[in-house]
T-cell receptor, first 116, second 111 residues
């Protein structure tokens, strides 16, 4: 099983460039989310989606856009990269069931992004 | 957003030693999850605890949920180098699928 697949694994951008981080899952999960992980800061939620066509902001959304046109894919777009966006980005997915909120989150392997 | 505090932030021990790491909040958890993240990988779920006072065991790992559901601990017996990693606690917001993570405990087990 592929699970959650993120591409690319590594990326270097120049300040002001744009790019899209890809995330795909094959588990038919309704809920998908993007986190960034910085040293000493833990995982911080950027954006999330509870289903196709529905997205919302998390704790640190500025500078990032998302869309969810299919259940499987949840790309994260950096519109104009800044050095402060240097980080490791993780995509996660899980079931969304009203009767059970304690669902397991499955994570991709991460994208290490450096903005110079 | 519920604030999760984990301690210690770093822990370096010799193989065979025992250790305990902690996760605390000023608010009551509806449930709590523990994840382990190995270098270069995403976090992987170890356990979910739901009931106050609950104890769950996973081989050499013992997870405890406080009676008041405001704290949790993870105890590792006879640590091995394969236990090396970042241990994260996480909780869902009230009525939400959003997961909030603590900053983690980075464990190094030296052979």
């Amino acid at each position: 099983n592929a699970g959650v697949t993120q591409t690319p694994k590594f990326q270097v951008l120049k300040t002001g460039q744009s790019m899209t981080l890809q995330c795909a899952q094959d588990m038919n999960h309704e809920y998908m989310s993007w986190y960034r992980q910085d040293p000493g800061m833990g995982l911080r939620l950027i954006h999330y989606s509870v289903g196709a066509g529905i997205t919302d902001q998390g704790e640190v959304p500025n500078g990032y856009n998302v869309s969810r046109s299919t259940t499987e894919d949840f790309p994260l777009r950096l519109l104009s990269a800044a050095p402060s966006q240097t980080s490791v980005y993780f995509c996660a997915s899980s079931y969304a069931r009203e009767e059970n909120l304690n669902t397991e989150a499955f994570f991709g392997q991460g994208t290490r992004l450096t903005v110079v | 957003t519920q604030l999760l505090e984990q301690s210690p932030q770093f822990l370096s021990i010799q193989e065979g030693e025992n250790l305990t790491v902690y996760c605390n909040s000023s608010s009551v958890f509806s449930s709590l999850q523990w994840y382990r993240q190995e270098p270069g990988e995403g976090p992987v779920l170890l356990v979910t605890v739901v009931t106050g006072g609950e104890v769950k065991k996973l081989k050499r790992l013992t997870f405890q949920f406080g009676d008041a559901r405001k704290d949790s601990s993870l105890h590792i017996t006879a640590a091995q180098p394969g236990d090396t990693g970042l241990y994260l606690c996480a909780c869902h917001g009230a009525g939400s699928y959003q997961l909030t993570f603590g900053k983690g405990t980075k464990l190094s087990v030296i052979p």
